[in-house]
């Protein structure tokens, strides 16, 4: 079983940054991928970044060039760094860990983009 909780959100303007933060803990071994997800108010959960087990990292278009998705294994914590912020870049987001056999989600963190 692995626990994930997020931290970071918050509200900040339009062109300014946040950093998001997923303390992960339990059973982390071999082979997996962990993520950032969000949901904004009337719409489906989407995908914004990936980092695999071996450091690979993936992107969604509309976040491509503005957010860096990173880990550090020694805090067992994986980071999403969002620059210049938009306000469709509001939602709850969401950390997950995914594994075969094995998935985890955390409680989800909010972040509005709004002067």
């Known amino acids: 079983q692995v626990q994930l909780v997020e931290s970071g959100g918050g509200l900040v303007q339009p062109g300014g940054s946040l950093r998001l933060s997923c303390a992960v803990s339990?059973?982390?071994?071999?082979?997996?991928?962990m993520g950032w997800y969000r949901q904004a108010p009337g719409k489906q959960r989407e995908l914004v970044a990936l980092?695999?087990?071996?450091?690979?990292?993936n992107y969604a278009d509309s976040v491509r060039d503005r957010f860096t998705i990173s880990r550090d294994n020694a805090k067992n914590t994986v980071y999403l760094q969002m620059n210049t912020l938009k306000p469709e870049d509001t939602a709850v987001y969401y950390c997950?860990?995914?594994?075969?056999?094995?998935?985890?989600w955390g409680q989800g963190t909010q972040v509005t983009v709004s002067s």
């Open positions: 997950n860990f995914n594994r075969i056999g094995a998935t985890s």
């Open positions: 980092i695999s087990s071996v450091g690979g990292t």
């Open positions: 339990g059973s982390i071994f071999g082979v997996y991928v």
